[in-house]
């Protein structure tokens, strides 16, 4: 199974929102709504931010959102702060009743 | 609250056997109706998905690695293990386990383990 596709990498300014993009195919992302995103910084263990789709963990803030459209989801980052200066990966469900992560986003605050 | 601690050999040699065990403290594995899942991430590298055990036992695996790889659960000891045979230098990564709570749901995990092959 092929990973997900990220970009390398996304910046902004305090502040400001940012949307990180995780394209797959139909036979995952585009065909379940069975979507994670996960926040994970240096020497650290991931943490899940959202799940199927948009919804979102007790205890995370709502200035994560996530959504998807067609074969490609999104996790936008409202508010950026400095303390969400991380690695993001997302993950989709796959036709083979298996799981796959994406390339990893690295996020940059200036 | 649910925590995940793996272990087992943190060195192994090429073409062998890696090993670990993550045990579940503070509950019960066999209550919720979740499933437990190994990821690991090489140095520098992204994740990557092993497998899981559902909770009635069944076992799903990555593509690429489900010649060599085996995922049991031992409910009486709250543990469940990862099997990886043959082992190379591209096995050496960070394994880490997790509960699923809902379909490709990470809700926890553990803190990881380094695992380095070499000989």
């Known amino acids: 199974q092929s990973a997900l596709t990220q970009p390398a990498s996304v910046s902004g300014s305090p502040g400001q929102s940012i949307t990180i993009s995780c394209t797959g195919t139909n036979s995952d992302v585009g065909g379940y709504t069975y979507v994670s995103w996960y926040q994970q910084h240096p020497g650290k263990a991931p943490k899940l931010m959202t799940y199927e789709v948009s919804n979102r963990p007790s205890g995370v803030s709502n200035r994560f959102s996530g959504s998807k459209s067609g074969n490609t989801a999104s996790l936008t980052i409202s508010g950026l702060q400095t303390e969400d200066e991380a690695d993001y990966y997302c993950s989709s469900y796959t036709s083979s009743s298996t799981q796959v992560f994406g390339t990893g986003t690295m996020v940059t605050v200036l | 609250q649910l925590q995940l601690q793996e272990s087992g050999s943190g060195l192994v040699k090429p073409s062998q056997t890696l090993s670990l065990i993550c045990t579940v403290s503070?509950?019960?594995?066999?209550?919720?109706?979740?499933?437990w899942t190994w990821i690991r991430q090489p140095p520098g590298k992204g994740l990557e998905w092993i497998g899981y055990i559902s909770q009635r036992g069944s076992t799903y695996y990555n593509p690429s690695l489900k010649s060599r790889v085996t995922i049991s659960a031992d409910r009486s000891k709250n543990q469940f293990s990862l099997n990886l045979r043959f082992v190379t230098a591209a096995d050496t990564a960070v394994y880490y386990c997790?509960?699923?709570?809902?379909?490709?749901?990470?809700?926890?995990w553990g803190r990881g383990t380094l695992v380095t092959v070499s000989s």
């Open positions: 503070g509950g019960s594995m066999s209550t919720g109706g979740y499933s």
């Open positions: 997790s509960l699923q709570s809902t379909v490709t749901t990470l809700t926890l």
